[in-house]
């Protein structure tokens, strides 16, 4: 039995040891492998440098050549300059600014420049040197938040449950948001102040908005006199309410006696005196409203409120890309790399049919 026994222990033995065998054998190649790869690139770095040492003269022409042409034509390129106005649009006129500045693009593009001195009151000449127009949302992350929150209260039990944040950012447009950037570019540095005028003008380019401001003026304005006349009658009821006081402190004091002052419309007040500091507290809450309706004269002045206008001059919008010559080497460079390239891979092949 104990022969039987050790049989069976020793080819199990035997198994372990070959399946060690043939692991350690899989990472022994791995690792060869792996070693490989970096030993080939590192012969590639080492070619390539050595090419590039050999063949240094020819890379050095291309580089100079190619600077010294994109130089001379940069030169002889009309330079592109640009600016941005930001500007805040009220009573829900986004869709129409949108549609004026893609108007104006427009003309741009099809070189219109009759037209496009017409709407902004400037000369062709100076439109011809417009070469676009452009518009796009300019978004805050914390507006965005207090836009979502000001949504969110206003909708019921069942909707709040299904609008989450990212569902509302993916539901709002362009024209959702309050301040936008309008850029123009152009061909003169200098004219972005001058048709500054006459882009405000276009936008707001509508009769039913034009209307809205003028309505919502005579609003505010009749707003503001009715919160005057609220704190001129305040201010006497609280006078009043002194002299009362003063006369009230001169007299001698009877015990039960007393005199109560209740605020209008105070019907529901028990018999409780009503001290100065609620008529106080009134007149102040009066005079917040209004320094309110002073600001909302301010912001909803017109169709929309130029939060940054145009510069007194633009400034280069060229991309190092749109440079010639910082592009022209690069080219020669590569076109002197290929070229060489090419040769190699002839000599290889020669080389290999003589085998």
Not at 231 to 252: H, P, V
Not at 258 to 280: H, R, W
Request: net charge neutral; proline share 3%; charged share 25%.
């Amino acid at each position: 039995m104990s022969n039987e026994e050790q049989k069976p222990q020793q080819s199990e033995e035997v198994d372990l040891g070959q399946l060690f065998k043939v692991i350690g054998k899989g990472f022994e190649r791995f690792f060869k492998f792996i070693a490989s790869i970096f030993i080939g690139i590192y012969k590639l770095v080492i070619a390539l440098l050595a090419h590039f040492y050999i063949c240094k003269i020819w890379y050095a022409l291309a580089i100079i050549i190619g600077f010294c042409i994109g130089y001379y034509l940069d030169s002889k390129t009309v330079k592109s300059y640009g600016a941005n106005m930001y500007v805040e649009t009220n009573f829900n006129s986004a869709r129409q600014v949108y549609e004026n500045v893609k108007q104006l693009d427009q003309l741009t593009s099809d070189q219109d420049s009759l037209r496009l001195a017409s709407i902004l009151n400037i000369e062709p000449s100076q439109a011809a040197k417009l070469k676009g127009f452009f518009i796009s949302p300019s978004i805050d992350e914390n507006q965005v938040a207090e836009m979502y929150s000001g949504f969110y209260t206003k909708l019921d039990s069942l909707s709040r449950t299904e609008m989450t944040y990212d569902r509302y950012v993916k539901s709002l447009t362009a024209t959702n948001y309050p301040i936008h950037q309008i850029g123009v570019r152009a061909t003169d540095k200098s004219i972005f102040k001058t048709i500054e005028p006459g882009v405000k003008q276009k936008l707001i380019d509508n009769p039913y908005l034009e209307n809205l401001v003028l309505a919502n003026k005579r609003n505010l304005e009749m707003e503001e006199a009715a919160l005057l006349s609220q704190i001129q009658k305040t201010d006497s009821l609280a006078n009043e309410y002194l002299k009362i006081r003063i006369n009230e402190s001169r007299k001698e004091p009877v015990q039960g006696s007393g005199t109560n002052l209740y605020m209008a419309g105070d019907s529901d007040s028990n018999g409780l005196l009503v001290d100065e500091s609620k008529v106080i507290e009134k007149r102040l809450h009066l005079e917040e409203l209004r320094r309110e309706v002073n600001l909302r004269k301010a912001e909803e002045f017109g169709v929309l409120n130029i939060i940054s206008g145009f510069p007194q001059t633009g400034y280069d919008i060229r991309k190092w890309t749109d440079k010639k010559k910082f592009v022209y080497p690069l080219v020669l460079f590569g076109l002197t790399f290929a070229f060489f390239a090419f040769l190699g891979l002839g000599k290889f092949l020669e080389a290999e049919s003589k085998k």
